[in-house]
């Protein structure tokens, strides 16, 4: 069915929707697939396809560019990220929130027919186990953003129940791309630091050397969207969100990955606000459920995705 929709990616120009927009392209046609984001967009994404401004808090410019376009399938992927949120709590649950709802209600008022909303592995808290946390368990995030995202997945959850709404979503761990800079997460060290060690310059990092997190490269992420949405109805159980796992590593067993291409590369650790988010994040996710239901499975391992950024970005 999707081969034949249209699709509608909501914040089109961050680090996840960008490399969405150019897979979604090549996989549907370039015509098919119509970005959106409030910011001005690259000269690339304007070229490479339909670009619509809009402001994802606002009901009427959704709707009329979902009407103008006769939109099926929705990617919401604006949202105000992890550490960007701390600093300002309010705006974050405004934009993370009513983003949804209403492109939920958009679903209910029978606009579009499918919605892949992004939810985050920052719905886990401290009192959740640290290692292997499964799908179900104790959720007592301690962050803006966390606290957003585990709403939105009882949202998304209750619009299935209640409305019979086909919305699809993943906890993202943090995601390492070549072709875009991250948004204000607590992950984006681990992007930062392939830059710097590229341009040959040593690197600070704002975590401690031991802080364990769940990563995945972003070629997985976006085949996991892919498969996920192109995946029969009946085949997905969980309406709320699938935990999705691929890497979970420390900087500084990044930075001893980084040291077989660049022998010289320095980094030191200068821990700030944002260990303390990492702090109460797990540092391993049990993916089995997204394995068993939709036959998920990440290809990147820690090697062969720091020789793909390093051979990209060289
Ligand atoms: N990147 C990660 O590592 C990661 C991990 C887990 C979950 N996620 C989730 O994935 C989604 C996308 O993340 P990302 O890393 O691409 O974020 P990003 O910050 O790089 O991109 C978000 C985009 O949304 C746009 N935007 C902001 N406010 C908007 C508005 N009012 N209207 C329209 N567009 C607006 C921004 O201009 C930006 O281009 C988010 O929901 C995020 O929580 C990301």
Redesign the pocket.
Same mark, same amino acid.
């Given at each position: 069915m999707l081969q034949h929709s249209k699709h509608f990616i909501?914040?089109a120009?961050?680090? &996840?929707?960008s490399v969405l927009t150019s897979s979604l392209r090549q996989r549907y046609g370039a015509s098919a697939v119509i970005a959106s984001? &409030?910011?001005k967009p690259s000269s690339e994404l304007l070229s490479s396809g339909p670009f619509e401004h &809009?402001?994802?808090?606002n009901y009427d410019e959704l709707l009329a560019a979902i009407k103008k376009h006769n939109i099926e399938v929705v990617y919401l992927?604006?949202?105000m990220?992890s550490a960007t949120a701390e600093q300002h709590p309010e705006k974050a649950w405004h934009?993370n929130m009513s983003?949804l709802f209403h492109v939920l209600n958009l679903a209910k008022a029978g606009h579009i027919k499918q919605i892949f909303w992004?939810s985050?592995i920052a719905v886990f808290g401290p009192s959740s186990p640290k290692v292997n946390v499964p799908q179900h368990t104790i959720m007592e995030p301690t962050t803006v953003y966390g606290i957003s995202k585990l709403a939105g997945e009882r949202w998304c959850d209750y619009y299935h129940k209640n409305y019979g709404i086909d919305v699809r979503s993943l906890r993202?761990?943090?995601?390492i791309s070549w072709q875009s800079a991250?948004?204000?997460?607590t992950?984006d060290y681990a992007v930062d630091i392939f830059h710097k060690a590229v341009a040959k310059q040593p690197f600070e990092c704002f975590l401690s050397e031991d802080s364990a997190l769940p990563m995945m490269y972003m070629d997985d992420a976006i085949r996991g969207v892919v498969a996920l949405m192109e995946a029969d109805a009946e085949q997905i159980k969980i309406r709320s969100s699938y935990n999705l796992a691929a890497l979970s590593f420390t900087p500084k067993i990044l930075y001893h990955a980084l040291l077989r291409h660049f022998p010289n590369f320095k980094m030191t650790c200068v821990p700030d606000f944002r260990q303390a988010i990492a702090d109460s994040w797990p540092e391993s996710i049990d993916d089995r459920c997204a394995k068993n239901d939709w036959g998920w499975q990440h290809q990147f391992d820690l090697e062969s995705m720091v020789d793909e950024m390093c051979l990209r970005l060289k």
């Open positions: 909501i914040g120009s961050g680090q &996840i929707g984001d &409030i910011k &809009i402001d994802a808090t992927m604006a949202a990220l934009l983003s992004p985050s993202f761990p943090g995601l991250p948004g204000g997460g992950t």
